[in-house]
């Protein structure tokens, strides 16, 4: 008997492309190290990355950017390394776009201080892109 299948076209290739983790945090923040960004523990703290195109020019996702609430890890034992920052912490559970690149400002608790906290940008193509920050 004859085999029937169908082969389906490839997928368009991606047109939006993760544009990296932007200051304050450090974009080189994947280990749990002396120059990724410590914050003190009870701030805000602004979590800003930009998307951008083929050409490298900043560009808005077509849909909303769901806030993935930080995963604690391990304990750390060095200083706080960034300025404390005034800005109002974000309200909701979705990014905000801002000036080219992608805003929320994270609330941090008192109680977090001490730790390391993995931080997620999971885009709407399912691609997941992470940093790491400490709390002090």
Do not use: C
């Not at 085999?3 to 200051?23: M, Q």
């Not at 776009?97 to 885009?123: A, E, R």
């Amino acid at each position: 008997s004859a085999v029937h299948f169908s082969i389906a076209a490839p997928p368009a290739p991606p047109t939006v492309f993760f544009g990296g983790f932007l200051p304050p945090i450090t974009s080189n923040g994947h280990m749990t190290r002396e120059n990724t960004s410590i914050f003190k523990a009870g701030s805000n703290v602004p979590v800003k990355f930009k998307l951008v195109n083929a050409s490298g020019a900043a560009v808005q996702a077509e849909g909303l950017i769901a806030w993935v609430v930080p995963i604690k890890g391990p304990a750390l034992n060095v200083p706080v390394s960034e300025a404390v920052f005034s800005e109002q912490a974000s309200s909701g559970n979705f990014y905000q776009w801002m000036n080219g690149h992608y805003q929320y400002n994270w609330k941090t608790s008192k109680s977090d201080t001490g730790f390391w906290y993995y931080l997620f940008v999971i885009l709407s193509d399912g691609s997941m892109h992470s940093t790491i920050i400490g709390l002090r």
